[in-house]
C-alpha cells in the first residue's frame, strides 16, 4: 500500500483576525502549514505530498512550502474545501491507493495518529479519527438561541484530520461533490456515496487553529519549555575600595574596581538571567556610561533585571554562581550572600546557590588582583514556574 497525502491550505482563515492566512503565520519559528507539512514529510509511510494553497499564492509555491524530504507537488485550491481536495486528487501521483486528507490548520498530527488512519482506512476503505464529546450536546435553533434538543452524547464525536481513503473511495466521494453535494469534509461524501467510513481515536492535541486564542495557545506549547543562561563577569581589586557580594560586606582590605560596585557575583547572575529570557546582557540595560548606575549596588541592579524578566513573561526556577577569590575565605558568608540573593529573587534559599574557589594562586584572581564569577540560571515562562 502506497500512502500520499493532500494537506489543505486553500481558506484565508479571517476568523483568526491576522492579516495574512493563518497557515501561514509563525508557529515557534515555522509556519503553521509547514509544521502540519512536517508531520508527514517525516514519517516513513508517506511517499508523496500535494500542497493545496490559495491560488493567490500557489504561484510561490515552492517559497511558501520549502523543501521536503518526499516529493511534493503544489497546487491552486478551489472555492470549498472539496474543491481543493479535488485538485489535490488530481495532482496526486499514479501509483499512490491510499490518501490521507489533512487539515494545514492542524499543526500537532503525531506519527501514531497518522499510522491509526492508515490501518483502519486500508481495511475499511475509509477512517476518520475522532474524539468522544465530553460534553452534554444540544441542538439549538440558531435563530430563536433555545435548545430544540438534547442528543445522546454516546454517538457524538468530533471529526479531525487526517481522514484516511482508498484512492476509490476518495474518487467516489469527490464525484459526489462534483455532482453537486455539499460536504464540510470527504468522510461525508464518501458515507453519502454509500462507504462505510469507521473511526478511530484522536488526538485532543490535535487542535484546529481556528480563532487568535487557538493560535496564541499553540504558540505557548513552543515556548513553555525551561530556558537556561550563563554569566560571567570579573573585576580588578585595588586597595581602598570595600568588597560587597550581594549586600554582604567582607573583611578585605581591597575591593572591586567599577562604574558600579563591581559585585561580580550579581552581575553575572543577572548576565545569566537575562541571557536565559532572551533580553540581552548587563550592559545594554545597565551601560557603565550612565551616571544613575555609578556605584550602583548589584542587589539593586538584580532587582532591576527581575523586574525585566518579570516584563518579558519570566520568572525564575534556580541560578548557581561560582565566585572565584583568592581571600578573604567566602565560605563563612555564603549563608548571609544566599539568603539576601534568595530575598531579593523572590525564590526558597534551596533554589539559590553559591559557591567559592580560590584560583590556586594562578593567574590574576590567584595573585589576589582580581575577583571573576560564573553564573547559571534557569527561567520559565511565569505561568509555569
Ligand atoms: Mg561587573
Redesign the pocket.
Known sequence: MSVGVIIVAAGRGTRVGASVPKQLLDLGGRSVLRRSIDAFDRHPAIAALVVVLPAELAGDGPAVVGGTDRPCQVVAGGARRQDSVREGLRAMPAGIDLVLVHDAARPFADAELIDRVIAAAGESGAAIPGLAARDTVKRVDPDRGTVTATLPREEIWLAQTPQGFRRDVLVAAVALGEAGVEGTDEAMLAERAGHTVSVVPGDARNVKITTADDLAAARATFTSGPRVGTGF?L?RLVEGRPLVLAGVTLPSDRGPL?H?D?D?LC?SLIDAMLGAAGQGDIGRHFPNTDPRWKGAPGLDLLARACGILRTAGFAVANVDVTVLLEKPKLVPHLDDIRSALAGVLGLAVDRVSVKAKTNEGVDAVGRGEAIAAHATALVWPEDRR
Open positions: 563577569d573585576h567599577g558600579s563591581g561580580v552581575h
